[in-house]
């Protein structure tokens, strides 16, 4: 089933002051897809990521995942929605500062009815030999490792990651990317992923590239690389 959007439109502001962020997006998302939606700042991604995450609400249009319309849901229904199908990474960790790495990872399986088992999760991650560290003892990397963990332990629908690696270095970048393509894989987990790093693009399976407020390209990549291998 996946993600479906249509006919999406997002403006902010009033009359003269009115300005479109979203200019009738189609898009559909299939279960199991690594997406990397790319493009310059003020193009539409972080506002369209977020109309996805029931965070934002758009003007008209309709977005739906697994069939299930979130337009018109009331805040009870829209919170039961984002527990049951999505997992959020932002650029900055938010992880909570007097929980311990293991404790802020079950943090999310409260969240869901069919979590994944944590001692698997952990292993994957990489960190069991750093789960009883609080954030403040964690670098950067790890902390991120720590966000996707939360998100992806409540067996979301989709992962949606707001720059992802915009706080770290080449090198944790390329493992955490790493990582998300290891939990896209093992889970067949939906992954959306906004960037500015055009290199990222390719290790997805579908390229979205927007820019004011318009989707310029939507295709899927045909030579699509490991996180690996990527350069940049």
């Known amino acids: 089933m996946g993600l479906q959007i249509k006919s ?3 403006s902010y502001g009033a009359r003269e002051n009115k300005v479109t962020v979203l200019n009738n997006i189609d898009l559909n998302v299939e279960q199991g897809e690594m997406c990397v939606l790319i493009g310059p700042s003020g193009s539409g991604k972080s506002t369209l990521l ?3 995450g029931g965070i934002d609400v758009a003007d008209s249009g309709e977005v739906s995942i697994n069939g299930q319309k979130i337009e018109n849901m009331n805040e009870k229904s829209l919170t039961t929605y984002r527990r049951k199908h999505l997992g959020y990474v932002f650029q900055m960790y938010n992880l909570i500062p007097n929980l311990n790495l293991k404790e802020n990872i079950e943090v999310g399986s409260y969240l869901s009815k069919d979590p994944l088992e944590y001692e698997e999760l952990v292993e994957l991650l990489g960190l069991k030999e750093h789960q009883y560290k609080m954030p403040n003892q964690l670098s950067g990397g790890q902390q991120q490792r720590t966000a996707i963990g939360r998100a992806i332990i409540k067996n979301p629908s989709i992962l949606l990651c707001d720059e992802p ?3 770290l270095d080449y090198k944790t970048s390329k493992a955490i990317l790493n990582l998300l393509e290891e939990v896209n894989i093992k889970y ?6 906004v960037t500015h790093n055009e290199a990222i693009k390719n290790m997805a399976d579908r390229i979205v590239t927007l820019k004011d407020g318009k989707i310029l390209k939507n295709y899927k990549n045909n030579k699509k ?4 291998d990527l350069e940049w």
């Not at 067949?188 to 992923?193: G, K, L, S």
């Not at 690389?225 to 690996?228: F, G, M, Q």
């Open 8 to 10: 999406l439109f997002k």
């Open 50 to 52: 977020n109309i996805i």
């Open 165 to 167: 690696t915009g706080a």
């Open 188 to 193: 067949n987990t939906t992954i959306i992923i």
């Open 225 to 228: 690389i490991s996180a690996r």
